[in-house]
């Protein structure tokens, strides 16, 4: 079949790789100019490793393991109060995000094609095939869509409706960005908590930088589709007199060039398939970033999808009910963690 797949984070090139194997043409749009080198370390936890190896990337993918060895849990005045054990945040396995995209791009960029600097902006579809618009290139039809396009997946608005309907808000939000490493952590974590805030901050293999997340309460994701400006008015203003070395953290803020926010939220669908269109990761049932198994959640659902469509015999109808009969007991329990992460955070 001719497979349109939106999204070249994580989902989107992994399942191109299975599909394309199993002798489809795959053609990958994103919207960014060019692979993200933003976001922050990815963790693996249980079954996803049966996926990395059939994808051929795991031991180049341990490679670049960060090696985290924990993370002190710091009283108000920034004082090492406890310990919390290596795997609650960075899981059995932990690297840079920016690596595994490049990763899954160069296990697929020879076979698959990119249109990177492009994006879906209309969809139509019958029992033959899906017409697609695109922001830059002319229209196509292809046998199937997918939408591996994240929480805010441009496929299923078009689809499934507004982002509203399907969203939902978990009490906090946050900017993320890369700082000169303050604490002199190695290879460690750092957890600040005060009430309807927090900041963790980790170094892993460069020990002159360190990652840093600032969270706070809100009550409302709309925060992501603001601009850096307010944003950050938004964040410092949120983070206003908490003291330690906040305000350090929010002048690196503001002078990071990897800056990126983001809230906690989970999408919740009544089906993940509307036709000849299905959603896969993120798009389709994200668990909340206070989940710790978004990633491997996105590659489960890749491989899922892939292997029903394999065995259907072209039957694509009842590959996507098999693909979400099977994967639904897995993501309503990830969806559960990822609510009780962020009541840890006391901000649901």
């Not at 938004?234 to 503001?254: K, N, Y």
């Not at 098999?322 to 309503?332: G, H, I, N, T």
């Amino acid at each position: 079949m001719k497979i349109l797949i939106s999204g070249a984070s994580v989902a989107g090139p992994a399942l191109a790789f299975l599909l394309h194997r199993d002798g489809h043409e795959v053609t990958v749009v994103e919207r960014a100019p060019a692979l993200r080198d933003s976001g922050y370390a990815v963790d693996f936890r249980g079954a996803v490793f049966e996926v990395l190896a059939d994808l051929g990337i795991l031991e180049e993918v341990r490679g670049h393991a960060t090696g985290m060895r924990g993370t002190d849990l710091l009283d108000a005045g920034g004082n090492r109060a406890g310990e919390l054990p290596a795997d609650v945040f960075a899981g059995e396995l932990e690297v840079p995000k920016r690596e595994l995209t490049r990763i899954l791009h160069a296990r697929t960029a020879a076979a698959v094609r990119y249109v990177f600097d492009d994006s879906i902006n209309a969809i139509e579809q019958d029992a033959d095939g899906v017409r697609v618009g695109f922001e830059r290139a002319a229209p196509d039809t292809y046998d199937l869509v997918v939408g591996a396009d994240g929480i805010y997946s441009v496929v299923r608005r078009l689809v499934f409706g507004p982002h509203s309907e399907a969203v939902r808000h978990l009490g906090m939000s946050g900017v993320g960005f890369s700082a000169p490493n303050r604490l002199a952590l190695d290879r460690r974590g750092a957890l600040w908590r005060s009430p309807g805030r927090a900041v963790y901050a980790f170094s892993g293999a460069d020990a002159e930088r360190m990652s840093v997340s600032l969270s706070f309460a809100s009550d409302s994701p709309e925060l992501d589709l603001l601009g850096r400006a307010e944003q950050e008015r938004i964040t410092r203003e949120r983070m206003a007199g908490a003291g330690w070395i906040v305000p350090r953290l929010l002048d690196d803020m503001s002078a990071a060039t990897d800056l990126y926010f983001s809230s906690a939220c989970q999408v919740h669908l009544d089906r993940w398939s509307e036709g000849r269109v299905v959603l896969v990761g993120d798009a389709g049932y994200c668990a909340a970033p206070t989940s710790g198994m978004g990633t491997s959640q996105a590659l489960i659902g890749a491989r899922t999808l892939a292997r029903h469509l394999a065995e259907s015999g072209g039957d694509h109808a009842k590959a996507f009910a098999a693909y979400e009969q099977e994967l639904r007991p897995y993501v309503a329990e990830n969806q559960e963690i990822g609510r009780e992460g962020a009541r840890r955070f006391g901000a649901e």
